[in-house]
C-alpha cells in the first residue's frame, strides 16, 4: 500500500488520525502549505484535487508562478571519507560528480520502479 497520491504533478502525502477518525495529508516537496482531509479515501481523494486546483488557481490570480517540487536539483549531505570515495571514483571513470549520483540511484531505483 501506498501512503501518497499524485495529481497534477504534485504529491500528497496520506495519514489518518485514530482520535478525529479523519484522513488528511499534505503536498510534499514544496515549501507551501496545501493541506487536505477527508473522512474516506474518496474525499480525501477529492480535497486534495480541490485543494491543488485552489493553489493553481490562487497563484494565477496573483501573477505567480507555482513551486513545482522534485525539479532536479537537491543537496546530499555525506560523511567526508565517502565524499573523497566518490570523488576519487567519479575522476578515475571521466563523470561528475552529479553523474554518480544519479547513475548510483538509478541503480537502487529500477529494482523498485
Not at 482531509?37 to 496573483?62: M, P, Q, R, W
Not at 570515495?85 to 548510483?104: C, T
Amino acid at each position: 500500500m501506498k501512503n501518497i497520491i499524485e495529481y497534477k504533478g504534485y504529491i500528497g502525502s496520506i495519514e489518518f488520525s485514530v482520535e478525529d477518525n479523519l484522513f488528511f495529508g499534505k503536498v510534499q516537496g514544496i515549501r507551501a502549505l496545501i493541506s487536505y482531509e477527508g473522512t474516506n479515501a474518496t474525499e480525501l481523494i477529492s480535497d486534495f484535487h480541490s485543494a491543488v486546483n485552489d493553489y493553481l488557481e490562487l497563484c494565477k490570480a496573483e501573477g505567480k508562478k507555482p513551486e513545482k517540487a522534485y525539479k532536479g536539483s537537491f543537496n546530499v549531505r555525506v560523511k567526508p571519507e565517502l565524499h573523497k570515495k566518490i570523488a576519487v571514483y567519479a575522476i578515475e571513470h571521466n563523470i561528475s560528480l552529479n553523474n554518480f549520483v544519479e547513475r548510483s540511484l538509478e541503480k537502487e531505483l529500477s529494482a523498485v520502479f
